[in-house]
Nanobody, 126 residues
Framework: QVQLVESGGGMVQPGDSLRLSCAAS????????IGWFRQAPGKEREFLLA????????YSGDSAKGRFTISRDRNANTVYLQMNSLRPEDTAVYYC???????????????????WGQGTQVTVSS
């Protein structure tokens, strides 16, 4: 069983960049698909990006295209979410999640992920 801990959130100004980390323990992340999601107050959970297992590819959601990227550091057993050109509408709690046996086309479906971090708050405001 894998445990996930997100970090790196905070308050930034519009146009700033931020890198979130998702550190794993209990198992190696290599055979897991890793997804980043966010949830703003009063809104549904939103898919951002996912990295398929064993380096099998990246799936980008519409909200992430052009501004957000996902990467893995296998040595550190950590996954990162790099966010650039942040906007006030990016304000939300950001979550990483892990799951095994998720087919590529199902990566955006939060129900497919078995393990979740506690979330980290990102606030974009001037």
């Amino acid at each position: 069983q894998v445990q996930l801990v997100e970090s790196g959130g905070g308050m930034v100004q519009p146009g700033d960049s931020l890198r979130l980390s998702c550190a794993a323990s209990g198992d190696t992340l290599r055979p897991y698909a890793i997804g980043w999601f966010r949830q703003a107050p009063g809104k549904e959970r939103e898919f951002l990006l996912a990295s398929h297992r064993n380096g099998g590819g990246i799936y980008s959601g519409d909200s992430a295209k052009g501004r957000f990227t996902i990467s893995r550091d296998r040595n550190a057993n950590t996954v990162y979410l790099q966010m650039n050109s942040l906007r006030p509408e990016d304000t939300a709690v950001y979550y990483c999640a892990a799951g095994r046996s998720i087919i590529y086309s199902s990566l955006p479906s939060w129900e497919r992920y078995s393990y979740w971090g506690q979330g980290t708050q990102v606030t974009v405001s001037s």
